[in-house]
T-cell receptor, first 114, second 114 residues
């Protein structure tokens, strides 16, 4: 069965330092990969997605993610974190064999300290 | 996303009560979804609808029902609420572009069942 894992419940980083949020998946076949962010008392906001093509995807607010097929990973990155990036981040995967349903990871809370 | 609205935003109810959560969208999307969010579990799909005449169960549909009143409206009902249905509920929409489409989320309804 398909699954998505975000191995870190929380990531702490100092403002200005690089930020990485990890995501791995298990599936046979080609997945579609998404990142969403949730700010307090808000719904999920779309950041970026990988469908096909270039493995490095650029998205909103300076975020990017790299699709690595051999490692079945899709880590989210930002070169220089801001305090305002503190939020809950979700990786999601859609597998064609699963009727195109979106499966979410458990979420990673990011805390950026000034 | 202001194009997807949910009412109420907060609801406290008692065990055994029937309640309805409502979702409306102005994005013109055919596809609508209901998810629940629990800490550490990410979002799990309850029901989804690909058009007005199409309703499908998600991974956790027991104890829930839905109604797609129009393209823009999708309601979730808890027939007889129980405490383990306490969660944050999200409605989402998508255009349905061959599985690559992005889902757009409402602000959520926080439900507490006492």
């Amino acid at each position: 069965a398909q699954s998505v894992a975000q191995p870190e419940d929380q990531v702490n980083v100092a403002e200005g330092n690089p930020l990485t949020v990890k995501c791995t998946y298990s599936v046979s076949g080609n997945p579609y990969l998404f990142w969403y962010v949730q700010y307090p008392n808000r719904g999920l906001q779309f950041l970026l997605k990988y469908i096909t093509g270039d493995n490095l995807v650029k998205g909103s607010y300076g975020f990017e993610a790299e699709f690595n097929k051999s490692q079945t990973s899709f880590h989210l990155k930002k070169p220089s974190a801001l305090v305002s990036d503190s939020a809950l981040y979700f990786c999601a995967v859609r597998f064609q064999a699963a009727g195109n349903k979106l499966t979410f990871g458990g979420g990673t809370r990011v805390l950026v300290k000034p | 996303d202001a194009d997807v609205t949910q009412t109420p935003r907060n609801r406290i109810t008692k065990t055994g009560k029937r309640i309805m959560l409502e979702c409306s969208q102005t994005k013109g999307h055919d596809r609508m979804y209901w998810y629940r969010q629990d800490p550490g579990l990410g979002l799990r799909l309850i029901y989804y609808s690909f058009d007005v005449k199409d309703i499908n169960k998600g991974e956790i549909s027991d104890g829930y029902s839905v109604s797609r009143q129009a393209q823009a409206k999708f309601s979730l009902s808890l027939e007889s609420a129980i405490p383990n249905q306490t969660a944050l509920y999200f409605c989402a929409t998508s255009a349905g572009l061959a599985g690559t489409d992005t889902q757009y989320f409402g602000p959520g309804t926080r439900l507490t069942v006492l």
